[in-house]
C-alpha cells in the first residue's frame, strides 16, 4: 500500500511540471531522490521516476512547445537531463534508502540541485555552441547558469519536502487506520 502511496504523490509532483512555474523551479530532482529512497525494488525504483519524467517531457516538448518544434515530435531534448536525473537517485539512494531523516533530504536535496546545475551547465557549453570549448568558456557558462541556481534550490527543497513530508504523513495517518 506505501507503494501506492509514493506513486500517487510522484504523480501529483509530475503534474506540477505542467502548471505554469518560474524558470527551473520544477520537482525533477525532489522525483528522484523520493524514488531512490523509497521504491525497495530496483526496478521501481527506476521506472516510476524515470517514467514520470518521460512521459511529462512527451507532453511538454509536443504539446505545450509544439510550436518549436517545426511540426517534428520530439522523444527526448536532452540525454542530459536524463543523465543529471539518475545522478540525483544514484545521490538519493546512497543518503536516503532506509535512512530518510529531515537532515538527509536536506542534504540530499541540496547535493541533487547542485547535480543538476554542473551536469546542465556543462551540456549546455560542450552542445550550444554559444561559450568557447575551454576552461573559460566552461567558467562562462556555469556564471550564466547562476541566476538559475536559486530557483533549482528552492524548487527542490519545496518539493522534497512536500513529497517526503506528505508520504510521512499519509503512511502514519494509515497505521493509525489500521
Not at 503534474?15 to 529512497?37: K, M, V
Not at 573559460?136 to 556564471?143: D, E, I, N, Q
Request: charged share 5%; glycine share 8%; proline share 3%.
Amino acid at each position: 500500500m506505501n507503494q501506492r502511496i509514493a506513486v500517487a504523490l510522484i504523480a501529483l509532483a509530475t503534474i506540477t511540471r505542467l502548471l505554469p512555474h518560474p524558470h527551473n523551479f520544477t520537482p525533477l530532482a525532489a522525483i528522484a531522490l523520493f524514488g531512490a529512497a523509497y521504491f525497495g525494488r530496483h526496478y521501481l525504483l527506476l521506472l516510476v521516476p524515470f517514467a514520470s519524467l518521460f512521459i511529462s517531457d512527451l507532453f511538454i516538448n509536443n504539446v505545450i512547445y509544439a510550436e518549436f518544434n517545426q511540426g517534428s515530435f520530439v522523444w527526448i531534448t536532452s540525454g542530459w537531463l536524463y543523465l543529471a536525473f539518475a545522478l540525483v537517485m544514484v545521490t538519493g539512494g546512497a543518503w536516503l534508502h532506509n535512512k530518510v531523516s529531515v537532515l538527509r533530504v536536506l542534504g540530499a536535496s541540496l547535493s541533487g540541485s547542485m547535480v543538476f546545475f554542473l551536469v546542465s551547465n556543462f551540456s549546455t557549453w560542450l552542445e550550444s555552441g554559444m561559450y568557447a570549448q575551454n576552461l573559460s568558456g566552461l567558467m562562462a557558462c556555469y556564471t550564466a547558469g547562476i541566476p538559475f541556481f536559486g530557483n533549482t534550490v528552492m524548487g527542490d527543497l519545496v518539493f522534497s519536502g512536500l513529497l517526503f513530508g506528505a508520504y510521512a504523513w499519509l503512511t502514519r495517518k494509515q497505521e493509525i487506520i489500521a
